[in-house]
């Protein structure tokens, strides 16, 4: 398995800002995973974050929206930029461990509400 | 395309009764890994347990039970004498090829479960 931590774990944000998420693992990974879950909903992923190139984005998912960075290989940062209130959500960062047997493991989330 | 199915969107039960959540799924690979989390009130996902698409072996885990049966494409999840503990968000997910390193994961839209004292 593999510790992550998001930061922050909740925010409340204006219309119109941008914030930028944190992921944290205690181990070196391939992947990371950035998924959106909206109020009630199910899991969506929102892109795969490979360290030193550029992320692979879902359908429906722009880098200009959400632009991520995968500076090393513990590390990666989700930015949610011109938001709306539509953007209100939990934002999970996680990762599959070097196993490569097919689970992943999730941080806490960050909970974003946008008014 | 992969499709996973969570009909069951809350389920209500009273302290030790037992629960089963249903998971259908829909894919075209032949190897395929199908998954179960738990999401307790505090939002994080906990990973329960993974099945290989070539296992058709039933696990039991404690209280915790799943059936896996290729022929009707489900992964159903018992809880056995469940616990207020147990209440929590459910979904089941599936991800195509032997987890090699940008497979990802579909999610079902999750089972609310409530357990009442």
């Known amino acids: 398995s593999a510790v992550i931590s998001q930061k922050p774990s909740r925010d409340i944000c204006q219309r119109g800002t941008s914030l930028t998420i944190q992921c944290q693992v205690d181990?070196?990974?391939?992947?990371m995973f950035w998924y959106r879950q909206q109020p009630g909903q199910s899991l969506t992923l929102i892109a795969t974050?490979?360290?030193?190139?550029?992320?692979?984005?879902e359908s429906g998912f722009v880098i200009d929206k959400f632009p991520i960075s995968r500076p090393n290989l513990t590390f990666s940062t989700l930015t949610v930029s011109n938001m709306s209130p539509e953007d209100s959500s939990i934002y999970l960062c996680s990762v599959r461990t070097s196993g490569n047997t097919g689970e992943l493991f999730f941080g806490e989330g960050s909970r974003l509400t946008v008014l | 395309a992969q499709k996973v199915t969570q009909a069951q969107t809350e389920i209500s039960v009273v302290e030790k009764e037992d629960v089963t959540l249903d998971c259908v799924y829909e894919?075209?690979?032949?190897?395929?890994?199908l998954f179960w989390y738990k999401q307790p009130p505090s939002g994080e996902l906990v990973f329960l347990i993974r099945r290989n698409s070539f296992d058709e072996q039933n696990e039991i885990s404690g209280r915790y039970s799943w059936n896996f049966q290729k022929s009707t494409s489900s992964f159903n999840f018992t809880i056995t004498a469940s616990q207020v503990v147990d209440s929590a968000v459910y979904f089941c997910a599936l991800s195509e090829g032997y987890g090699g390193a940008t497979n990802k994961l579909i999610f079902g839209t999750g089972t609310l479960l409530a357990v009442q004292p």
């Open positions: 974050a490979n360290q030193g190139s550029e992320a692979t984005y």
């Open positions: 894919t075209r690979d032949t190897t395929y890994y």
């Open positions: 181990s070196q990974v391939t992947m």
